[in-house]
């Protein structure tokens, strides 16, 4: 089999293949030009959808693309072919996604922030923190990465809701509602966070009538896609109190521009999309399975329904 890497860190997915799928013939380079000469000699593609796109766009279409993101959106471009198996890389983001959210709840409840600030100002901070147990979290995107979560949440003593695209009854959420509860469920819970993925269904669910249901003391943690949350609606809701803050990991434009609100917002941090980065060892372990299963003819990890987006 012939591989074809389109990654910014091609060299290192390259050595590891070559490690590990030493009968696969891997291909790679950093220079556009050479990339789409040899895209039309492999009929297998791995790496970053936005690069691929671009090979998308100059004509050329694999057998088979597995994306080294959890998220495609590149990919779904209008005018872009979609002749082509899409596999997403799933199973992989469960801890390292679970570490990230973890981090900004327990540093909400330990007031970390604040500290940080009587610090600064010399101020000795005495005051008692909170503790996680008995919190209520919503996961909004109860999918592969929010399963795992949730599972790293429930040791915390955490009580763990869930929305999908469907309602269900799924360990260890207490409930998992569709969309049409999400109202209903943001007033019930201290923590809300994001995973949803980028779909017509999505856009500008987190606006001002939804964050007006919050609960005053609720974190919203969006680590999902930042055409999920109306910008503006949210700076207002945090000045207005509707929750006490917010995490922004992903934005509608990144890097952030230099003027946009959320820079100065009250009670917002902003972490650079640095949430769950791709462990090339786990990403090449992930696309060596799904290899010897698109050789047998069977169902792929993560293969995505164009139709859904996801």
Partial sequence: MRVLIAEHDYPLYTQLLGQLAPDIEVMSTGDGAELSRLAAECPVWLGAPDLFATLLRQGHTPQWLQSTWAGITPLLAEGLSREYRLTRAVGIFGQVMAEFVLTYMLGHEREVLARLVSQVERKWDSRLSQSLAG???????????????????????????????????????????????????????????????????????????????????????????????????????????????????VCRQEPLPQRHPFWTAWGLLLTGHSSAPTSPPAMVQLFIENVTAFEAGEALRGEVDFSRGY
């Fill in 135 to 249: 919190r209520k979290a919503l996961i909004v995107g109860a999918g592969d990465i929010g399963l795992s979560v949730a599972q790293f949440l429930i040791p915390f003593g955490v009580q763990v809701y869930g929305i999908a695209s469907t309602p269900r009854s799924q360990a260890p959420f207490i409930e998992v509602g569709g969309l049409a509860d999400l109202d209903r469920l943001v007033g019930e819970v201290d923590y809300v966070i994001n995973l949803l993925p980028n779909t017509p269904e999505t856009h500008d669910l987190y606006d001002a009538k939804l964050f007006a249901k919050f609960k005053p003391s609720a974190l919203f943690i969006n680590v999902g896609r930042g055409v999920a949350v109306v910008d503006a609606d949210l700076v207002e809701a945090l000045k207005a109190g509707h929750l006490a803050g917010a995490v922004i990991d």
